[in-house]
């Protein structure tokens, strides 16, 4: 009998899946990691198995106690996922704007939930230095131990994909992979990743896509941490600073990819190819195409689909949320949702 012993066994060894109209397009073979078919549904859950995992080693936590995290909502769902089958509790701080589907999701998975304003970092009340604050209380009351994940910091989540989503790569493309690219939103997958790639072959091509109105395009391009103008409807990415996790990518380029061409490419997925995913994809398979339009043709490209577009109903496949925000609406769209207005 071959079986996983637990939910958490079963997080990783995703498939590779070729992403057809992007290959055609570029001449490239441009492949998809397919992250949305992790248990908790996104990339994150391999950083929150590698949190806590990690963290039990070291003694930070014992049966019955506590995860606290600051998360756009993808993480405290792979968090909440691997703290059931191991006996924790889960509290999450999410900023309000974060979609419904994950806030529903997070509390269906057992994790309590802070909903906080959306605030800047620079801003104490930034909800990255309340779960801090928080769990700095809460370490006084808890009597079996209170793991703040803390995932821009902990560098647990940078090597989830160093040691499992890069060895991954490596193995299905059996060493030939030309390029990897991905958006930042910790850096956990971009810099586990490319650390891995480049140890096994320095000449792999390792890119970021960024999203308007964060800083990681501007570092990885010119050196220096400053914001691009705009704002993006992704969830889940986008860096202004440079943390001690993105200090260990090893990165090439960056490519700014806007939402329309972003949203374009989501679109297109579903309706061509029957893969409905998450904003944060589009940026990834845009700056895929990207990348491989610049080494030219026969190439082999990865990314990542970081998480499914059902956890974004309410926003991307809701034609009168994306007019909105003057984004384009397919015909289609329109046909298939039955969203009320
Ligand atoms: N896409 C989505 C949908 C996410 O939730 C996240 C993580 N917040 C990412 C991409 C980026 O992953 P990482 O934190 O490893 O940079």
Redesign the pocket.
């Known amino acids: 009998m071959a079986f996983n012993k637990d939910v958490i066994e079963a997080i990783g060894n995703t498939p590779l899946i070729k992403l057809k109209h992007a290959s055609e397009a570029t001449g490239c073979t441009i492949l998809g990691k397919a992250e949305f078919m992790n248990p908790g549904q ?3 859950d391999r ?1 929150g198995k590698w949190m806590i995992l990690e963290a039990e080693k070291r003694g930070d936590l014992r049966p019955g106690g506590l995860v606290v995290e600051s ?5 405290g769902i792979g968090l909440a996922v691997v703290a059931s089958a191991r006996g924790y509790r889960t509290l999450i701080l999410i900023p309000e704007t974060q979609s419904q589907e994950k806030k529903d999701m997070l509390r269906l998975c057992g994790a309590e939930l802070i909903e906080v304003p959306q605030l800047p970092y620079s801003n104490p009340n930034n909800y990255q230095h309340v779960g801090r604050r928080l769990a700095d209380q809460l370490r006084k009351t808890e009597p079996n131990g209170v793991l703040f994940a803390d ?1 821009w910091n902990n560098l647990d ?1 940078a090597k989830a ?1 160093y040691e499992s989503t890069g060895p991954e790569i490596w193995e299905q493309t059996g060493g030939k992979v030309d390029g990897f690219i ?9 810099a586990g990743v490319s650390r891995f790639l480049k140890e096994k072959n320095k000449d792999i091509v390792t890119a970021c896509a960024d999203p308007h109105g964060f800083a990681m395009y501007e570092l990885f391009k010119h050196g220096t941490a400053k914001s691009t103008p705009g704002d993006s409807i992704t ?3 986008g860096l202004g600073r440079v943390t001690p996790i993105i200090e260990t990518a090893v990165v090439d380029d960056a490519f700014l990819i806007s939402d329309e061409e972003a949203v374009t490419v989501i679109y297109e997925l579903l309706e061509q190819e029957g893969l409905c995913l ?4 589009g940026i990834n398979v845009a700056g895929a195409i990207r990348l491989a339009k610049q080494l030219g043709p026969g190439k082999t490209i990865v990314t ?1 689909l ?2 499914s577009g059902g956890r974004y109903q309410s926003k991307l496949f809701n034609p009168a949320f994306m007019r909105s925000k003057n984004l384009p609406v397919p015909a289609w769209l329109e046909k298939r949702t039955k969203i009320d207005v």
């Not at 998360?71 to 993480?75: H, M, P, R």
């Not at 991905?182 to 971009?190: A, E």
């Open positions: 996104s990339v994150k950083a998360t756009a909502g993808n993480t995932q989540n994909h991905c958006s930042v939103g910790t850096g956990g997958t971009l969830e889940g990415i998450g904003g944060s994809t990542v970081a998480d």
